[in-house]
């Protein structure tokens, strides 16, 4: 071939030539991975059961994200992870009891009305899974709050349930119990130490921000810290609230959704203040024992505003917020 | 070591093995040389010589009018047998003088050293750089005594020299700070004595220990000149991060480095100004590195302006196999040509050939706002903002957020999951708002016009 390629059609594509690893796909497997030891657990403490709810929804978000396409006329980009992701968190907030076909419900809501009628991944406005989560709470609240033990099987209420009837701390689930996730609850919320682990990879591979989770965590510790010195509980009552319900699940794996969430550094840390400060509000105030998918359903909201008002100063502007 | 940095920014692969353990050798002169007579920014030159004329190596032979300008000088001598519309390392057609070489080798009269070069006065320096046609080497070439030029109620008090070579592969920079690091600093003292300026600053990547540490050598006695060994990061040469990891003062938006007290050269551009002072040589060659998995030889060049690069390809033994892209400049801010048949000009600082690659191309996804083009972003701009506003042609809108400030490094395409190619679309908005400025600037004129 000939140095001046009069036979060779070049590539005369726009600068860079060079790109990183990362994609779209990468990074959702990424966080599927993340997923999976948190999966294992809920797969210990709640046997087939958990195992029926996971399939359920992984399956259906697919399959609904492929239907939605079809009938849209869009691209069908199911290959890029995102549906097995949104069904995988979906399953983590229900509970191990709950029917199939619920659960399927929620999938279908999750993917059709949560995702692709705002424009396929990138354009929604709230996280998939927790409308999913948020439809099956309004349409079918006792099945959505129908807990058993963990091992056993034995019917239950979730820690948060129990602190919310005002049950003393020896009748309560010890924050060791907590820690390891043998205690009533969603399937996958349960266990914090598998949930960190996946965090910890995520951050590693720098695919979530240590802001929103270190700010939600943190004002949810601070305000209950608070609320906790008045009612002379001491550490013990803040800690019982950073590890029972959904709150690592959701500050690690829901709050940080790249879609929904603010693009700065600064916006992620009110984002996370905000998140922190709606799930202290509903927990003690509100009429649900848990508020974290609220809160963070609410927080995607303004996220636009958040936007708008955290947008970085120029290299050699004026700051417009100075 | 004390070292610096700017906010934001990417790491990359360097890239550099093939060839930073290169010498410098000279490549064959070719038989033609194509001289473009736009190599700067600036207004083009007109030729001085017609077709049929002889010419002798570094004589004048095209010059522009105005002071934004650079001169070309014969990189040959021989006859001029051409002046004819030819394909330029930027893209379209500009007219070339074509110099068959007659291998002689002789120097024009013009040239001749500067016997006492110590006793020349700033202005006098100036005037040779304006003459000897020198341009930043580092790529933009833009003209080396514009710079200089004093300015009402703006004083330079520092000149950096720009050793960094942050793009991948290309290592001209750094064996020319290795081989020739006396003239480097030579260069620069004439610079400061040119400019009035007191303090000099030689700035290299961390990256580049052997470079660091023979400059620091050869500036060790004297008290105006220092070397600033800077963090490994892209976009680290452009010039607005470069002044800000070396004295932390930010380029006003729009404003240019003179503006916050600097003046910023290529090291390259320093070694044809010590050449020009001392030896009136104008600029006739310079260093490429010619690399890329696509080429046989790697190597680093010592090129005459004016040579093909399809001349240099073969000097390396041709490419590797079939080829993608052959890339003037580096891997992040080169621009792909469609042909080998194009000149080295003066602001070629390397060629980058790229083979085939078996993967398939990723598709581009919906953004999924995940924020690391912000992140990555050395001027603290938001990339997938600009491009959601500019997809929908609200030029205005890209202007309000700041999208001339887009230097174009790359930075958030090569971090981006969603393989959005940003700059490609902020490009668009950029020349949409300069044609729209262009139009606005001729109405005013042409209605002042009637008045």
């Known amino acids: 071939m000939g140095i001046d390629n009069q036979d060779n059609l070049l590539i005369v594509s726009s600068s860079p030539h060079l790109h990183g690893e990362n994609t779209v796909s990468t990074a959702m497997r990424d966080v599927l991975l993340a997923l999976i030891p948190a999966l294992i657990a809920s797969l210990y403490f709640f046997g087939l059961a958990a195992a029926k709810v996971v399939l359920t929804c992984v399956l259906v978000a697919i399959l609904s994200e492929v239907l939605a396409q079809k009938i849209m006329k869009r691209e069908v980009t199911v290959d890029d992870s995102s549906a097995v992701v949104t069904g995988l968190l979906l399953a983590f907030c229900l509970p191990a009891t709950i029917p199939w076909w619920m659960a399927a419900v929620g999938a279908m809501v999750a993917i059709i009305i949560g995702k692709q009628m705002f424009g396929g991944l990138g354009n929604n406005i709230f996280n ?60 996958g919320e349960t266990c914090a130490v598998a949930l960190l682990l996946g965090a910890i990879y995520l951050l590693y591979k720098g695919h979530i921000d240590w802001r929103t989770p270190v700010s939600y965590l943190g004002t949810v510790f601070l305000l209950t810290a608070i609320v906790g010195a008045f009612k002379g509980a001491g550490l013990w009552y803040p800690l019982y609230h950073l590890l029972t319900g959904g709150l690592i699940l959701g500050a690690f794996f829901m709050a940080t959704d790249w879609v929904t969430s603010p693009l700065t550094k600064k916006g ?7 998140c922190g400060f709606l799930t202290v509000l509903i927990r003690l105030q509100g009429g649900y024992p848990e508020g974290v998918c609220y809160s963070i359903l609410l927080m995607n909201m303004v996220t636009p505003l958040i936007d708008r008002y955290t947008k970085p100063r120029v290299f050699g502007g004026v700051s417009k917020n100075a | 070591m004390n070292t ?11 890239y550099k093995e093939g060839t930073e353990g290169l010498p410098i050798v000279p490549a064959s002169i070719p038989d033609k040389v194509y001289l473009p007579i736009a190599q700067h920014i600036g207004a083009p030159c007109l030729p001085l010589v017609e077709v049929g004329d ?28 051409a002046i004819e519309k030819k394909q330029h390392p930027g893209g379209n057609f500009v007219n070339c003088i074509v110099i068959e070489n007659n291998g002689q080798e002789e120097w024009a009269d013009t040239v001749k050293p500067h016997l006492q070069p110590g006793d020349l006065s700033a202005e006098e320096i100036r005037n040779i750089i304006f003459e000897a046609g020198i341009v930043g080497l580092g790529g933009a070439a833009f003209p080396a005594h514009v710079k200089y030029a004093p300015v ?14 942050c793009e991948p592969y290309i290592t001209a920079d750094h064996r020319l700070m290795v081989e020739k690091a006396e003239r480097i600093v030579a260069g620069l003292r004439y610079i400061l004595k040119g400019t009035n300026c007191e303090q000099g600053i030689i700035a290299i990547e961390e990256n580049k220990p052997d470079a660091i540490a023979l400059l620091k050598k050869v500036v060790a006695a004297d008290k105006h000149i220092r070397v600033q060994a800077l963090q490994v990061k892209y976009p680290q040469g452009s010039e607005k991060h470069l002044i ?15 503006d916050v007290g600097v003046i910023v050269n290529n090291v390259g551009t320093a070694v044809a100004i010590a050449d020009a002072v001392e030896f009136g040589i104008p600029l006739i060659e310079r260093v490429v590195t010619l690399s890329g998995n696509g080429i046989k030889n790697p190597a680093n060049y010592l090129v005459r302006i004016g040579t093909l690069f399809s001349h240099l390809i073969a000097e390396s033994g041709g490419y590797t196999g ?32 790229l083979k085939k690659t078996e993967s398939k191309k990723e598709r581009e996804y919906n953004c999924v706002r995940c924020g690391k083009c912000i992140e990555a972003c050395p001027l603290f701009l938001e ?23 887009c230097i174009e490094c790359g930075s958030c395409v090569y971090v981006c999951p969603a393989q959005i190619p940003l700059v490609q679309y902020i490009r668009r908005a950029k020349q949409a708002i300069n044609v729209a400025k262009a139009k606005a600037r001729a109405k005013a004129k042409s209605e002042g016009g009637k008045e």
Request: some cysteine; aromatic content about 4%.
């Open chain 1, 128 to 187: 998939p899974a927790l409308v999913g989560r948020a439809v099956l709470v309004a349409s079918w609240p006792v099945a959505m709050t129908s807990w058993v033990t963990p091992l056993d099987g034995v019917t239950t209420a979730t820690p948060l349930g129990m602190l919310k009837q005002g049950l003393a701390a020896e009748q309560l689930p010890s924050l060791g119990q907590l820690f390891l996730g043998n205690v009533g609850g969603s399937l």
């Open chain 2, 383 to 405: 990339p997938t903002t600009l491009v959601k506003l500019a997809k929908r042609g609200l030029w205005e809108e890209t202007a309000q957020n700041n999208v001339l400030s």
């Open chain 1, 268 to 274: 992620k840390l009110i984002f996370g203040l905000g």
């Open chain 2, 322 to 353: 079939e080829i993608e892209k052959i890339i003037a400049g580096g891997l992040m801010m080169g621009k792909a040509v469609y042909t080998a048949n194009i000149p080295v000009i003066k602001g070629s600082s390397g060629i980058v050939i």
């Open chain 2, 4 to 14: 610096s940095t700017f906010k934001g920014g990417i790491h990359l692969p360097g």
């Open chain 2, 152 to 165: 009402e109620g703006k004083k330079a008090d520092c000149i950096i020299l720009n050793g960094v070579e």
């Open chain 2, 244 to 258: 800000y990891a070396c004295t932390q003062r930010e380029v006003p938006v729009g404003g240019l480095p003179l």
């Open chain 2, 54 to 81: 002889e010419v002798k190596k570094g004589q004048k032979i095209a010059a522009g009018k105005g002071f934004v300008t650079a001169p070309i000088h014969a990189s040959v001598s021989g006859r001029v047998v």
